[in-house]
């Protein structure tokens, strides 16, 4: 199972399905059943969601991977199938997902927070996978679209330990402990700890 999952799934991930958060039907807009095929889609997006929040998530999986080929260019349709993959451990399964809902970066494009879950959810699968350029390389790119995600860091620290550099990786997270902890001790010593994260070798 790819470590970017909780208990429902992967860490981020989108709304209700068919709520319009991004991504729509890849029928044509002008044509007479444009609606009603869109329709169609939204209902039976929302369906398999639905099942992959009941537990059921092998239906879930098979009702998305057969959206999924109906319509090859919704990002949304995607990032859900790459998920259904995911809860299920079928990490290498979900990859060409994942990248498929990627691709699409306008108009028809994922949301904002689906983009962040959906990066996310590669990164971290492409790590589990045994990939780890790749990781770093997809992490990275994410954190440059949304700087202010811990998790992303989070997730590059640990990709980063895996392709051996274990100061930058050390430096993230300590950067990271001290941005946010809550912990009265390390909010006492946040600077301190700020300033040595720069620099792990440094001595008097």
């Known amino acids: 199972m790819s470590d970017s999952q909780n208990d429902e799934g992967p860490v981020r991930g989108s709304g209700s399905a068919g709520s319009g958060s991004g991504s729509g039907s890849d029928a044509d807009p002008d044509s007479s059943d444009g609606h009603v095929r869109a329709g169609e889609r939204d209902g039976l997006l929302a369906a398999a969601v639905g099942l992959r929040e009941q537990g059921r998530q092998e239906e879930a999986r098979e009702r998305l991977v057969a959206l999924a080929a109906r319509h090859p260019h919704d990002a949304e349709v995607a990032y859900q199938t790459a998920w259904a993959h995911d809860v299920l451990g079928l990490e290498a399964e979900a990859v060409p997902y994942y990248e498929r809902a990627l691709k699409v970066t306008t108009g028809e494009g994922l949301s904002e927070e689906d983009r962040r879950g959906a990066l996310l959810g590669l990164g971290s699968t492409f790590r589990v996978l045994g ?74």
């Open 131 to 204: 990939r780890y350029e790749e990781a770093v390389t997809t992490l990275r790119g994410a954190i440059e679209e949304f700087p202010d995600d811990g998790a992303l860091r989070a997730f590059l620290a640990m990709a980063l330990y895996n392709t051996g550099e274990h100061h930058e990786s050390t430096r993230l997270l300590l950067r990271l402990v001290a941005a946010t902890s809550e912990d009265p001790g390390v909010r006492t010593y946040r600077r301190a700890i700020e300033h040595y994260a720069e620099d792990l070798d440094e001595t008097v």
